[in-house]
């Protein structure tokens, strides 16, 4: 494997800088490119919407729980080892 160290079969550590200005870069420019940035509306998890929806359905016991399910299973299961 590519990624991992040879020797000792454990994974390469990678270290993770953040991006640094060349330079002769504008600093100008960057100012107005943060400006900008932060005029961006902030959107929220697209998700997010649904994972509250489903909090709200579990509350009002409209989803099924794990304890249904198990029961569920439980009765499939009897079912299917029962003789009829």
């Known amino acids: 494997m590519k990624d991992h160290d040879q020797r000792h079969g454990r994974p390469r550590k ?3 800088e953040k991006p640094a200005m ?3 870069e504008d600093e100008g420019l960057w ?3 943060r400006k900008f940035a932060q005029l961006v509306p902030q959107e929220p998890e697209p998700n997010m919407g649904r994972a509250d929806e489903i909090k709200e359905d579990i509350r009002r016991g409209r989803y099924i729980t794990p304890e249904v399910m198990e029961e569920t299973v439980a009765r499939l299961v009897i079912r299917f080892m029962t003789k009829e």
Do not use: I, K
Request: aromatic content about 0%.
């Open 14 to 16: 990678v270290r993770v």
């Open 22 to 24: 060349e330079h002769g």
């Open 31 to 33: 100012a107005e490119v």
